[in-house]
């Protein structure tokens, strides 16, 4: 959490007027004493980012964002400042001119990223850099929605889905042993619009679109491993 200090205040300010007992609010102090109890030791960051990215979890993202941005300077004081960091970064490490965002885990609906500056973003990295590691393995099918393995090709891939809106990213191992780096994005904006409040745990309709963009998905990259890969 970005301010733990003041957190752990109220948190235990809380469970103490729980009790009866009445605190101050507490003070900040320079000096820090204590005896360790106990200690709890994190998982790497490759394997936390790895978790992150299979399963989608955006509270790791923005943590993760906001230590990076930290490391950088000051701590930011909020995801948005946070963000425009990770904009100016992205552009002058991965040449993402048209970037732009507000946050790290990509919920909020002001942030923009292109295709192509995905694709700069993998082309860059590379297939031996840090990323295609942490990506999912996913498994091709066909236009009935079927498993339909194409020997030799494998994808290493990143999946984001909204309500109208899916996205697929990442690398493609063809058989010929030649490596893809792609990025397919796709949304109806005007649907996504116009979802009632009340319906956005499930718009109508939904499901029926995010079958048909995946499909589309899958179709491009048996067509991409066809065309380049034999």
């Given at each position: 959490?970005?301010?733990?200090?003041?957190?752990?205040?109220?948190?235990?300010?809380?469970?103490?007027?729980?009790?009866?007992?009445?605190?101050?609010?507490?003070?900040?102090?320079?000096?820090?004493?204590?005896?360790?109890?106990?200690?709890?030791?994190?998982?790497?960051?490759?394997?936390?980012?790895?978790?992150?990215?299979?399963?989608?979890?955006?509270?790791?993202?923005?943590?993760?964002?906001?230590?990076?941005?930290?490391?950088?300077?000051?701590?930011?004081?909020?995801?948005?400042?946070?963000?425009?960091?990770?904009?100016?970064?992205?552009?002058?490490?991965?040449?993402?001119?048209?970037?732009?965002?507000?946050?790290?885990?990509?919920?909020?609906?002001?942030?923009?990223?292109?295709?192509?500056?995905?694709?700069?973003?993998?082309?860059?990295?590379?297939?031996?850099?840090?990323?295609?590691?942490?990506?999912?393995?996913?498994?091709?099918?066909?236009?009935?929605?079927?498993?339909?393995?194409?020997?030799?090709?494998?994808?290493?891939?990143?999946?984001?889905?909204?309500?109208?809106?899916?996205?697929?990213?990442?690398?493609?191992?063809?058989?010929?042993?030649?490596?893809?780096?792609?990025?397919?994005?796709?949304?109806?904006?005007?649907?996504?619009?116009?979802?009632?409040?009340?319906?956005?745990?499930?718009?109508?309709?939904g499901r029926t679109w995010l079958r048909k963009s995946r499909r589309m998905q899958q179709a491009l990259l048996r067509r991409w491993i066809?065309?380049?890969?034999?």
């Amino acid at each position: 959490m970005r301010r733990p200090f003041d957190y752990a205040d109220e948190a235990f300010r809380l469970i103490a007027a729980d009790k009866g007992v009445k605190l101050p609010k507490a003070k900040r102090s320079g000096q820090v004493s204590g005896t360790l109890v106990a200690a709890v030791q994190s998982s790497q960051l490759r394997d936390m980012l790895r978790s992150m990215l299979r399963f989608s979890t955006n509270i790791t993202a923005e943590a993760v964002g906001l230590a990076a941005s930290s490391r950088s300077g000051a701590a930011p004081e909020s995801l948005a400042e946070s963000g425009t960091r990770m904009t100016d970064w992205a552009r002058e490490a991965f040449g993402m001119q048209t970037a732009h965002f507000v946050d790290h885990s990509g919920l909020g609906d002001a942030s923009r990223a292109s295709a192509r500056d995905m694709v700069s973003v993998l082309a860059t990295d590379g297939w031996h850099g840090g990323l295609r590691p942490l990506l999912k393995d996913v498994k091709l099918t066909d236009e009935r929605g079927k498993l339909a393995e194409i020997p030799g090709a494998r994808v290493d891939a990143k999946t984001g889905t909204l309500n109208f809106a899916s996205a697929l990213a990442g690398f493609i191992t063809c058989p010929n042993g030649r490596t893809l780096a792609f990025a397919i994005f796709t949304a109806d904006l005007a649907k996504r619009d116009a979802i009632p409040i009340n319906q956005r745990e499930r718009p109508p309709g939904g499901r029926t679109w995010l079958r048909k963009s995946r499909r589309m998905q899958q179709a491009l990259l048996r067509r991409w491993i066809g065309v380049y890969g034999s």
